[in-house]
């Protein structure tokens, strides 16, 4: 960076220089010429007034002159000539300037001799007697200007080159010093500093990124704490009814169970126990899906209400064996979602609310259909939450009573697939529960 501004202000500076240099000598140039040319108008009138009074014994007075002065009739011939022989200049007829004044009274013209490198200036001037009166003057082009002056200029140039070189090293080295010194781990620390008030923007920006990545960061040590738990609570999990499945089974391959009412018993452990592994395994792969944001799954328009009807069927027998009650109230009430996990959502509420009320109790599902959204209330009157556990119950295998889940069964992940299922629907959950008289589960879709 320093390299390109030490770059474009060294560029900058001689382009300015050569700019300046150029224009200057133009301007100078121009002017001198027109002082020559109003000191030669000036000359011109003196001596055209001096022949007309004293004819040509005028020049047999003058003396030497930083002009050349020639004589000329009206058709062109040349009577006097201070530089050169009159008898062997050629006419003069077709020169502009003598042409002019002629017609005018008065002419101008200059020629550039591009071998001697020299501009000659002319002016003419008609005299009573009708003859003409030329004065000429030779100044030097630009171009041999130059040339004349070119080993002080050349030192000009260098010491400006050298002056622009310096200058431009300094003007860098100063820009970028302060960014240079930027506290790039604290960007807003340099806000009462900084030289640059234009780059508090980009400071705000770093500020905003370090606490994203701050976050971010945070958010990867949580993730991979909670992989570690799920990882450790899974395999827990999944050795519990592998170790009794084990030991039945061994019981039965000895022989040591002999009746046949004992082998029923066993076989039926064993069957609890795999469904339990195979309800476990169904919940963390159901899990994992949710956890990637339900990519891949389509979103139609679907009834909340008939998704209820078909969760609570699915579970009546379930329902029955707990002696629980379970209803559903509303009406339809349509909005786009996925099917099966808002099935799941209800399904794990219900089931979960079903495991925890008494005998004899109620399991109320509620849809609503209210302007711009969708709510579903799961409602028992079970055993209730400590409101310390309430933020929680969302963990998995996070478990408020681990004695009585254990009487219930589950797998622990009912409640963390509802909040995964209910975030891939942008929809918000609200828990209110009171110890011995139950718990309302509320879940609200935008429509």
Same mark, same amino acid.
């Given at each position: 960076m320093r390299g390109k501004i030490f770059k474009s202000i060294w560029l900058a500076l001689l382009s300015v220089l050569t700019l300046s240099f150029i224009l200057i000598t133009g301007l100078l140039y121009t002017h001198f010429t027109n002082e020559q040319l109003d000191q030669l108008r000036s000359e011109t009138k003196l001596v055209?007034?001096?022949?007309?009074?004293?004819?040509?014994?005028?020049?047999?007075?003058?003396?030497e002159t930083d002009f050349r002065i020639?004589?000329?009739?009206?058709?062109?011939?040349?009577l006097y000539d201070n530089e050169v022989d009159s008898s062997v200049m050629e006419n003069h007829m077709e020169r502009e300037e003598i042409r002019n004044a002629l017609r005018n009274g008065y002419g101008e013209s200059s020629r550039y001799s591009s071998t001697l490198l020299e501009r000659q200036l002319y002016t003419a001037q008609r005299l009573p007697d009708g003859t003409v009166l030329?004065?000429?003057?030779?100044?030097?082009?630009?171009?041999?200007l130059l040339l004349h002056f070119l080993l002080p200029?050349?030192?000009?140039?260098?010491?400006?080159l050298l002056t622009s070189l310096f200058l431009a090293f300094n003007l860098s080295q100063r820009?970028?010093?302060?960014?240079?010194?930027?506290?790039?781990?604290?960007?807003?620390?340099?806000?009462?500093?900084?030289?640059?008030?234009?780059?508090?923007?980009?400071?705000?920006?770093?500020?905003?990124?370090?606490?994203?990545?701050?976050?971010?960061r945070e958010e990867l040590l949580k993730t991979s704490q909670i992989r570690q738990e799920f990882t450790a609570n899974a395999s827990h999990e999944l050795k519990t009814?592998?170790?009794?499945?084990?030991?039945?089974?061994?019981?039965?391959?000895?022989?040591?169970?002999?009746?046949?009412?004992?082998?029923r018993l066993f076989a039926g452990k064993i069957r609890a126990e795999s469904q339990r592994m195979s309800k476990l395994v169904g919940d963390i792969i159901d899990l994992s899906r949710l956890d990637s944001g339900g990519v891949g799954m389509p979103r139609e328009l679907t009834d909340l209400h008939r998704i209820a009807l078909n969760a609570v069927e699915a579970l009546q027998s379930e329902a029955e064996s707990a002696a629980v009650t379970v209803a559903v109230e509303g009406g339809p009430t349509l909005l786009y979602g996925v099917?099966?996990?808002?099935?799941?959502? /209800?399904? %794990?509420?219900?089931?979960?609310?079903?495991?925890?009320?008494? +005998? *004899?109790?109620?399991?109320? &599902? !509620?849809?609503?259909?209210?302007?711009?959204?969708?709510?579903?209330?799961?409602?028992?009157?079970?055993?209730?939450?400590?409101?310390?556990?309430?933020?929680?119950?969302?963990?998995?295998?996070?478990?408020?009573?681990?004695?009585?889940?254990?009487?219930?069964?589950?797998?622990?992940?009912?409640?963390?697939?509802?909040?995964?299922?209910?975030? /891939?629907? %942008?929809?918000?959950?609200?828990?209110?529960?009171?110890?011995? +008289? *139950?718990?309302?589960?509320? &879940? !609200?879709?935008?429509?």
């Open positions: 055209a007034q001096s022949l007309a009074m004293d004819g040509k014994h005028y020049f047999d007075t003058l003396g020639t004589w000329i009739t009206a058709d062109g011939t040349i030329r004065l000429s003057i030779t100044q030097a082009t630009i171009w041999n200029m050349a030192g000009i140039l260098i010491a400006a820009i970028v010093e302060p960014l240079n010194t930027l506290d790039l781990d604290h960007p807003l620390k340099n806000r009462d500093h900084t030289a640059y008030t234009e780059i508090l923007p980009l400071l705000h920006r770093l500020d905003d990124q370090h606490k994203q990545l701050a976050n971010d009814p592998l170790h009794v499945i084990s030991g039945y089974a061994e019981l039965l391959e000895s022989g040591m169970v002999t009746t046949e009412e004992a082998r099917p099966l996990v808002l099935y799941s959502i /209800i399904y %794990n509420l219900c089931s979960n609310a079903i495991n925890y009320s008494n +005998k *004899g109790g109620k399991v109320l &599902v !509620t849809v609503r259909d209210l302007p711009g959204k969708a709510q579903l209330t799961v409602s028992d009157q079970g055993i209730g939450i400590p409101s310390e556990d309430l933020d929680r119950i969302f963990e998995r295998f996070y478990r408020v009573d681990k004695s009585h889940s254990k009487e219930v069964g589950g797998t622990g992940l009912g409640l963390s697939i509802v909040k995964h299922a209910a975030g /891939i629907h %942008n929809a918000e959950i609200q828990v209110r529960s009171e110890l011995g +008289k *139950g718990s309302d589960f509320t &879940v !609200t879709f935008p429509k």
